[in-house]
């Protein structure tokens, strides 16, 4: 291979082959930087031997070549040390030319790269640049790490339909025409979420599959319409056990690409991330928000909220961004009109302190003792956000709160993001300092309320099961799905997510095992008994069987890779990407099927209007 070639080598005989990566021709003497996977190795062809230097002539950028020659080590001066190869080159006696290529769009060479749609377009040329070999060779050996850490624990690898019914996960689903049965439907899987707990079901205990699902979502950047999955289930596990595999193969994944992680991963629920983060998903790498009402005295709190005009029902967050107080007074004022940019109606209007010197000065001890209590550094930049003060004093509801803690949370990453090169430990994701923050984030709403449906929805998914503590509350609460102030909302879900720096790697949950259970879950939902079993009759048959407990979880791989390389984007770790509009462009996919097609699958196109 053309990575191989070592000083040990010289006066050895070496058969080469590989694309022509650059060619200088000093006219007694040509140069050809041989390239494949492995590196680059030196081949020089020298006039002395003139069938081989006159065919070397023809050579141009990416010809395929095979050639024999001796190992010979560099002069001193000419070594280079930037690869592998570098002490020797080869001396070349023979050449064949396997074969030529058109003059390329771009060269996997090139230090300028042309723009993304070239690159998707002409992919097999992209995917020769060291850039994308060494992605797609951290990939493999990511799924390789987390392939033998599952089979070493006892789980199997199980595959499951790609042409199935629809798995709800929340997106819309791919439809796949039947031709035997003209009007029926396959659908793509959005995840293999029914398979894996029928695995469960049929007894195998432990499966895993690193699958591709599909969901057809609207625009999102940096979304795949097929993307892959670490998936997998287990029988009687406690949330703990289900965590414990994944910081196991985490770690075996992440030492595949040279980094050792610490496991267990810190563990919050679902309240105090949005009460300290304002965000279900936290970066740890900045410190939380500080509610800091409970360092002061009733009538400290009331002088303090009545200035800033703030709802003391409401937290009062300190907000902080280390070592990035050193910004100008037009910054500073841009901060202060957070609020007003933002507004919404009701008490999630942030007000703000955003002048800690100002305030200093006006209230030194009520100043100094917020700051001590929140920690504040001499070099940090902090401020003080509070609710709005409405004229009608409303009751402050759970979602107040909640609403009100998420803007600041918007307000802390926004502020992080800005002013981020001034704060040493924050780098974005894929940054070179790397500095791992895993977390577990548990105990989530079991129902969210959707604006658009007018419904309460899964916040997970329908399978999963709730706190056993809750179960009164959903029984008491059972037809109210559509009652927006409905106590379904305050159920919480045996879920859980593991996020890292600020992005969610995966959701899990622990399942409903029992029928009658699942039939509650359809129900609450304002899922009436015919429609559940016509959309999941199978399932919930299956479930009357003796269904074990079981959970279990899915981690997206691309992300870990494309975190683990460092790269910019989902499509820089997938070999064959499709762009933000699902959209090959190598391929040309999608495109019209021909009128024979359509006749056969009884379908016939409406013309867009
Ligand atoms: N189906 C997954 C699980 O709960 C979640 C997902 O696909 O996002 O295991």
Redesign the pocket.
């Known amino acids: 291979m053309c990575g191989a070639l070592r000083a040990s080598d010289a006066g050895k005989k070496a058969v080469l082959m590989g694309w022509v990566n650059r060619r200088r021709d000093l006219g007694s003497i040509i140069f050809i930087d041989l390239r494949d996977r492995t590196g680059v190795t030196q081949v020089v062809f020298n006039r002395e031997n003139s069938a081989a230097h006159d065919k070397a002539e023809q050579l141009r950028n990416e010809f395929v070549i095979a050639v024999i020659g001796t190992v010979k080590l560099r002069d001193k001066d000419t070594v280079n040390k930037n690869i592998a190869t570098g002490e020797v080159e080869l001396i070349v006696e023979e050449l064949r030319i396997l074969n030529d290529s058109k003059q390329l769009p771009f060269l996997p060479g090139d230090t300028v790269l042309p723009n993304e749609e070239m690159r998707l377009k002409y992919r097999y040329i992209d995917l020769r640049r060291d850039a994308m070999q060494f992605n797609i060779e951290t990939r493999h050996k990511v799924s390789k790490a987390i392939r033998d850490y599952l089979s070493s624990q006892g789980f199997f690898e199980i595959e499951t339909p790609f042409m199935t019914r629809s798995?709800p996960?929340?997106a819309r689903d791919y439809l796949v025409p039947s031709r035997v049965q003209p009007g029926s439907f396959y659908a793509l899987p959005?995840?293999?979420?029914m398979f894996?707990q029928i695995l469960m079901i049929s007894g195998f205990d432990k499966y895993f599959q690193i699958v591709r699902?599909f969901r057809d979502e609207d625009f999102r950047a940096d979304r795949q319409a097929e993307f892959t999955?670490i998936?997998?289930?287990m029988t009687y596990p406690r949330v703990e056990t289900v965590w414990g595999v994944v910081e196991g193969f985490l770690t075996a994944a992440f030492k595949a690409a040279g980094v050792d992680i610490k496991t267990p991963f810190p563990r919050m629920s679902y309240d105090e991330a949005i009460r300290k983060y304002g965000n279900d998903k936290p970066d740890m790498r900045l410190p939380a928000m500080v509610d800091i009402r409970e360092a002061l005295t009733p009538e400290e709190l009331e002088e303090l909220t009545t200035k800033f005009r703030m709802r003391k029902e409401f937290p009062v967050q300190l907000i902080r961004i280390p070592h990035a107080g050193d910004i100008s007074g037009t910054e500073r004022r841009t901060i202060g009109t957070y609020g007003a940019y933002n507004h919404v109606q009701g008490p999630a209007f942030v007000q703000l302190m955003t002048d800690p010197k100002r305030f200093a000065k006006d209230y030194a001890a009520l100043s100094e003792k917020v700051a001590a209590f929140a920690k504040v550094e001499a070099d940090d930049l902090w401020l003080l956000a509070g609710a709005a003060n409405k004229p009608e004093n409303a009751a402050v509801m759970d979602q107040d709160v909640q609403h009100f803690c998420e803007k600041c949370g918007f307000l802390r990453l926004d502020l992080a993001q800005k002013y981020a090169s001034k704060h040493k430990a924050f780098e974005k994701i894929g940054d070179v300092a790397k500095d791992y923050r895993f977390l577990w984030v548990s105990d989530f709403p079991m129902f969210d309320w959707e604006k658009e449906e007018k419904a309460w929805m899964p916040a997970?998914?329908p399978?999963?099961t709730l706190h056993e503590e809750d179960f009164a509350k959903l029984e008491a609460n059972i037809d109210s799905a559509r009652d927006p102030k409905s106590p379904l909302g305050e159920i919480r879900a045996l879920?859980y997510d593991v996020v890292l720096n600020g992005t969610e790697l995966?959701?899990?949950?622990i399942?409903i095992h029992r029928q009658d259970v699942q039939r509650k879950i359809f129900q609450a939902l304002g899922m009436s008994d015919e429609e559940a079993k016509a959309r999941f009759g199978f399932f919930l048959e299956a479930l009357e069987y003796g269904t074990p407990p079981h959970?279990?979880?899915?981690l997206?791989l691309d992300r870990i890779v494309m975190i683990l390389t460092g790269a910019e984007s989902l499509r820089e770790v997938i070999p064959f990407p499709k762009t933000a509009r699902a959209v090959d462009l190598m391929v040309d996919a999608p495109s019209p099927a021909t009128e024979k097609q359509l006749k056969e699958l009884g379908l016939l196109i409406k013309k867009a209007t």
């Open positions: 798995t996960e929340g959005q995840s293999p979420q894996k699902c999955q998936d997998l289930e997970h998914h399978f999963t879920a995966g959701s899990g949950s399942r959970g279990g979880i899915a997206g």
